[in-house]
């Protein structure tokens, strides 16, 4: 079993939770591409992780919007490189945010595969005013929750925002306030 896993972040608090998972998933024998956007690309692979850091085409962004719209481009195009020139097979795809979410909408669109969403927190936690930037982000948010198959809330109020903000049944969202919690929920999504 393997899975790609799509984060803006490999540096940081985001970094520190999908290197962990990471390290966790592999222990259970399963695969990970880890694929980060970076200074300069490159990939390492070190047992059953690999780690894919793209470099992007544009280095400033107006709005956290556009920088996650230029995103989708090079997260397809390092997906589809780690199965055409690297052979990956990929069972899952797992993305860390709504910012790496809208790619992962868009790969599972193409490559028909479940998507697991991380989510940390919602624009509505993140931000009281209403302007075009958040509802911006909220329409993104919402289209990422719409179209994973699992959201993993990264804590209770975030899982409470997901539900009853976004309306999304409480079926789909697991609590996993810690790394086990989410590795054990990763691993019996994989095993069905």
């Not at 490189?81 to 909408?105: C, T």
């Not at 509802?135 to 109020?157: D, P, T």
């Amino acid at each position: 079993m393997s899975i790609a896993v799509l984060t803006h972040e490999y540096n940081g608090g985001i970094g520190w939770w999908v290197r962990n998972e990471a390290e966790k998933l592999a222990q259970h024998g399963v695969k990970i591409a880890i694929i980060y956007p970076s200074e300069y690309e490159n990939i390492t692979i070190n047992g059953n992780i690999a780690i894919y850091s793209i470099s992007t085409i544009v280095k400033t962004y107006p709005n956290i919007v556009a920088r996650t719209l230029l995103l989708v481009s090079d997260f397809v195009r390092a997906f589809s490189r780690l199965i055409y020139d690297y052979g990956f097979k990929f069972n899952i795809i797992y993305a860390h945010e709504w910012i790496a979410g809208v790619a992962g909408v868009v790969l599972k669109s193409i490559f028909n595969k479940p998507l697991i969403a991380s989510i940390y927190s919602t624009e509505y936690m993140r931000s009281s005013e209403i302007g075009l930037l958040q509802l911006s982000i909220r329409g993104y948010e919402k289209q990422v929750f719409e179209e994973a198959n699992i959201i993993l809330a990264k804590n209770r109020n975030t899982l409470l925002s997901i539900s009853r903000n976004y309306g999304v049944d409480k079926e789909r969202i697991v609590e996993a306030l810690n790394i086990d919690e989410a590795v054990e929920t990763i691993i019996k999504v994989l095993n069905i």
